[in-house]
């Protein structure tokens, strides 16, 4: 029986598949995500896409709109289990 370690991918890529998710399955739009956050559509574009992260304060306002735990929005979407290599 090997031993095997738990490798976990994360990042601001890891995040942002699911805020899209998120957004689509509440049938709402950027601008409507936006509108809710009290920040500008490309402000929230860049969020989603990754290239800004915004403040915690607003991830908080994303767990509360997505009605999804915080923890939850910000736990990574991959994790792979690799045979650890002997010694």
Not at 30 to 39: I, K, P
Not at 71 to 76: C, D, H, I, Q, T
Request: with cysteine; proline share 6%; aromatic share 8%.
């Amino acid at each position: 029986m090997g031993v095997y370690i738990k490798h976990v991918h994360f990042g601001r890529d890891d995040m942002r598949p699911k805020l899209k998710n998120y957004r689509i399955e509440m049938g709402m739009t950027q601008r409507q995500v936006a509108e809710c956050l009290g920040v500008s559509v490309r402000m929230y574009q860049h969020i989603e896409s990754g290239t800004r992260n915004g403040k915690v304060e607003l991830w908080d306002k994303l767990s509360d709109l997505f009605v999804v735990p915080s923890k939850e929005l910000r736990k990574p979407h991959r994790e792979e289990w690799h045979p650890r290599k002997p010694r």
